[in-house]
């Protein structure tokens, strides 16, 4: 027997594990996301935060279910009347919120998700938008929080697309409580100072902007 | 069930399962994984960053293959680890610091996941006669602790791999390809693919050894 085959007992025993090593499921990774959740919420609870418990959802399969009250509401400009917040019922964004959203006119029937935690270094947004086309050579999608009458927005990361990715923000999603993801090119003269296109093909309300 | 390979570390776990008739008691040998120390596992506890990450990368890959097991959702599955780690933290104060964790994550990952496949199924509700006759969920069951046990078991000796020779296995088995496609793909010469599956699969086999049953 050649030094470098396996015996006949351990091809055997391979061979009864070849259908689970044959199997995708077996071989499944967790999002880099899930890893950052776990700290995160184990560093809440271990300092005593009141975040006790950590609001985990099903992206997808909560996506899917929102497409009809998405669908009435997927219309419109950048400055959008609030999105009815989902996980919170008053104006104030909580440490961590799962809020709808939805695309606009360039975007049309998208629906998805954003994840927000509040955590010292800033605010995380883990997105679940599967319905956007991924962009590449020097074109990708930006995430801004805007405040409430449009004036100013502060960038919070840029992608090619945004399933499954997170965005940071350093700002109050309390002062900044609008989330917009506008489509960029990063080539001049187009956009020099890359600054926002304004084409805007999501959106999302952290908190109610109504006065 | 299975065999103690000599020379090898071993943890023994046993559990009590209730079942529809009454306990079901399950004796496991397990292979030992790479347990991590006594002190890392002390400062998980504490909540320390650093060791929840070391715990977390430790052991991620098995919750996860334990979870896709009973829920067969990437996302759902993800839910069940996050859950299941808090969990370990929560109760790891019961736990002796000397013992491997991977048993233990790898009960409390199923768990997770049962109830979450029962949240979920309570969730969507609709007629039994509005049901795709062929859909596997109206006959199948959470898998059994057995079959959970033998895919964590896997998962570890999957993990245990060096990074090389796990990528092999995995073109191997999972994509099927033969030594001289993966060479191809790998961009690495034929003979350097067969002397790396063939390590990886001859410590597979070590590995897995003590789940064949023995013959009496």
Known sequence: MASDELTSGETDLL?????????PSLWAVPAPEVEHRVVDVIRAE??????????VYNWHSRARRWLTVAGAVAVGAAAATAITLVATRDSTPSPDSTI???GTDLAPGLVGSAQLTVVSSGVRISFALPGLPRRDGGEFYQVWLKNCDGTELVPAGSFHDLDGVVAWAGVSPVDFPMLTVTREAAAPPKDPAQGTSGEVVATGAIASCAA | MGTVLEGLPANRLVTEVAGPTGANVYDHEMFGSVALDEATVDAFRRGDDAAVRAVYQQYSGLSMAVAMRVLGDRGLAEESVQQAFLQAWRNAGAFDSGRDLAPWLATITRRTAIDIQRREARRTTSSLDDADPTDSALITMPP?????WEAAQVRLAIDSLSTDEREIVRLHHMEGLTHQLIADHLG????????????AHQRLAAALGHLRDVPS
Do not use: C
């Open chain 1, 100 to 102: 709808a959203m939805a």
């Open chain 2, 188 to 199: 690495i010469a034929l003979g350097t693919v067969k002397s790396r599956s063939f390590r």
């Open chain 1, 15 to 23: 061979n009864e594990f070849a259908v689970l090593l044959a199997d």
């Open chain 2, 144 to 148: 059994s602790e057995e079959r959970a």
């Open chain 1, 46 to 55: 271990a300092a005593g935060s009141s975040t006790s418990t950590y609001h």
